[in-house]
């Protein structure tokens, strides 16, 4: 038995076009993602001001 990979597997013009897939899925999800990171940290600052907000009405409020 041979330990090697037979070189003509490895220079299948079929397996290097699903790897090249693969990589460009891969790509795109990791793009994805980055992008849903981006509108959570928006989010969160977004709620933080927002809690800022209502924290001052409560306090206006309260004053009276």
Same mark, same amino acid.
């Given at each position: 038995k041979t330990m090697f990979v037979k070189?003509? $597997?490895?220079?299948?013009?079929? $397996?290097?076009? $699903?790897?090249?897939?693969?990589?460009?899925?891969?790509?795109?999800?990791k793009s994805q993602i980055s992008e849903i990171v981006q509108n959570q940290k928006t989010m969160a600052a977004k709620q933080d001001e927002?809690?800022?907000?209502l924290?001052?009405?409560?306090s206006i409020l309260s004053q009276k």
């Open positions: 070189k003509d $597997f490895i220079e299948n013009p079929e $397996f290097e076009a $699903f790897k090249a897939e693969v990589k460009e899925e891969l790509s795109a999800q927002l809690s800022a907000d924290k001052a009405i409560l």
